[in-house]
Each structure stands twice: as structure tokens, then as C-alpha cells.
């Protein structure tokens, strides 16, 4: 009988204790969300052009490899969604872009790269997954920022410093460029690396069925005033 009246006593004082902690809004908290990473800071001078999205793409070719590589394929990831300027008076340039507005494996772009197969919708989407989730972690990294100057006296080289995965490497980048005094037309290709920036390329099988780690990037930037 003891032990019974001891039990509801305990039964009632925790329930008298939720009762008044609700009453008095003092509730365990619920997990606290985490703000989203702030996009890079572009600062262009008022002499500057500003890039135009839909007029510009930058290109990454990703190619597959290790001795199973015939059954993979080979991947173009696209962005038009640039946002930037160069500013010719002061020989540099600044652009981002968001790595979840990256499109995958355009039917059109993989024809340009001489691609000659088009992957299924479900590979399509595991490719997205497996980039942006695994390989890229775009949730914590979801910027790249790339910030250029041209070498000293050329005007066909640049010197670019590129910020992915929360890395910054620097490349020299051969460039096309055209101005004519409203607009400005700026091309150019490059190869760089994923462990460049700290990413181990994905890889299944023991790294039998992988993608390699060079990326092949080409721009074309049209920006106006």
C-alpha cells in the first residue's frame, strides 16, 4: 500500500510540474534553425559593367573514370545565373553564383561539349544528388565566388581567385576579350581541380566507377552598362 501511495504522489508531482511549466511558457525549446550562408559581397565601381544572367554561362564538364568507366557517363553542369561586373578602368572583375541553380546535363550543352549519349531523368537527378548533397555540400557551401584581375600589362590573362566549398585557389585564366564601350564580351576556357578546393571526387566500387578530378570550365560573359 506504501508503495502505491508513494508511486501516485511521484505521478502527480510531475504532472503538477508540466502543468505550471506549460502555464508559464517555460517549455523545452525546439531545435534552433541555422541561418543560411550570406552571399559573397561584390563591390563594382560606378564605372563598372554589370553581367548580364541570362546573356552569360559558365560550363563545367566533369568526365567519369577507373576501370569500370564505361558505365557511367560523362556530365555538364551549367549556370546562367551569374551575377557580377567587370570593370575595365580597374583591370578586374567579381562575379557568383549559387551552386543549387546549377543545371545538369543540358540536352543541348552536352552536344557543344561532343557528348554524343544522353542520360536518363532518373540518372540525371541521382547526378544532382550525389553532387550537391555528397560531393559539393552545397547546403553549407552554396556560393562560388570568382575574383579576377588581369595580369600586369596583358589584357589576355587573368589572374583568378575562386572561392568553393569555403577554399580559394588561384588560377590563371587565358582570355578572350571585346569592348565597345556599352557592353563587353569576355570568353575563355580553363581546366581546375576538385582537391583544389578540399573535394574528394565521388567515387563507388572501391573507386572502380569514378569521376575524375579535373573539371573542364568555359565562360562566356556578356555584361553591359
Same mark, same amino acid.
Given at each position: 500500500?506504501?508503495?502505491?501511495?508513494?508511486?501516485?504522489?511521484?505521478?502527480?508531482?510531475?504532472?503538477?510540474?508540466?502543468?505550471?511549466?506549460?502555464?508559464?511558457?517555460?517549455?523545452?525549446?525546439?531545435?534552433?534553425?541555422?541561418?543560411?550562408?550570406?552571399?559573397?559581397?561584390?563591390?563594382?565601381?560606378?564605372?563598372?559593367?554589370?553581367?548580364?544572367?541570362?546573356?552569360?554561362?559558365?560550363?563545367?564538364?566533369?568526365?567519369?573514370?577507373?576501370?569500370?568507366?564505361?558505365?557511367?557517363?560523362?556530365? =555538364?553542369?551549367?549556370?546562367?545565373?551569374? %551575377? +557580377?561586373?567587370?570593370? *575595365?578602368?580597374? #583591370?578586374?572583375?567579381?562575379? !557568383?553564383?549559387?551552386?543549387?541553380?546549377?543545371?545538369?546535363?543540358?540536352?543541348?550543352?552536352?552536344?557543344?561539349?561532343?557528348?554524343?549519349?544522353?542520360?536518363?531523368?532518373?540518372?540525371?537527378?541521382?547526378?544532382?544528388?550525389?553532387?550537391?548533397?555528397?560531393?559539393?555540400?552545397?547546403?553549407?557551401?552554396?556560393?562560388?565566388?570568382?575574383?579576377?584581375?588581369?595580369?600586369?600589362?596583358?589584357?589576355?590573362?587573368?589572374?583568378?581567385?575562386?572561392?568553393?566549398?569555403?577554399?580559394?585557389?588561384?588560377?590563371? =585564366?587565358?582570355?578572350?576579350?571585346?569592348? %565597345? +564601350?556599352?557592353?563587353? *564580351?569576355?570568353? #575563355?576556357?580553363?581546366?581546375? !581541380?576538385?582537391?583544389?578546393?578540399?573535394?574528394?571526387?565521388?567515387?563507388?566500387?572501391?573507386?572502380?566507377?569514378?569521376?575524375?578530378?579535373?573539371?573542364?570550365?568555359?565562360?562566356?560573359?556578356?555584361?553591359?552598362?
Amino acid at each position: 500500500m506504501h508503495k502505491k501511495i508513494c508511486k501516485w504522489t511521484f505521478r502527480s508531482v510531475c504532472l503538477a510540474a508540466l502543468l505550471a511549466s506549460s502555464a508559464c511558457g517555460t517549455q523545452p525549446p525546439g531545435p534552433t534553425a541555422v541561418p543560411a550562408p550570406a552571399a559573397p559581397v561584390l563591390q563594382a565601381s560606378q564605372s563598372a559593367h554589370r553581367i548580364v544572367a541570362g546573356d552569360s554561362l559558365v560550363t563545367i564538364t566533369v568526365r567519369r573514370g577507373g576501370p569500370l568507366a564505361r558505365m557511367g557517363h560523362d556530365h =555538364v553542369v551549367a549556370t546562367r545565373q551569374l %551575377d +557580377g561586373f567587370i570593370d *575595365l578602368e580597374q #583591370g578586374r572583375t567579381e562575379l !557568383r553564383f549559387r551552386l543549387d541553380q546549377l543545371t545538369v546535363d543540358e540536352a543541348a550543352l552536352r552536344e557543344e561539349a561532343g557528348l554524343e549519349t544522353q542520360p536518363s531523368v532518373d540518372a540525371i537527378d541521382g547526378t544532382r544528388r550525389n553532387m550537391f548533397s555528397k560531393v559539393l555540400q552545397a547546403q553549407a557551401y552554396p556560393w562560388v565566388l570568382v575574383q579576377a584581375a588581369f595580369e600586369p600589362g596583358r589584357k589576355d590573362m587573368l589572374r583568378a581567385a575562386i572561392t568553393l566549398h569555403g577554399v580559394t585557389h588561384e588560377y590563371q =585564366v587565358p582570355l578572350q576579350l571585346r569592348a %565597345d +564601350g556599352a557592353s563587353v *564580351l569576355a570568353s #575563355g576556357a580553363f581546366v581546375a !581541380r576538385q582537391t583544389d578546393f578540399g573535394i574528394t571526387p565521388f567515387a563507388v566500387f572501391g573507386g572502380a566507377l569514378a569521376v575524375k578530378d579535373e573539371l573542364e570550365l568555359r565562360f562566356a560573359i556578356s555584361a553591359r552598362r
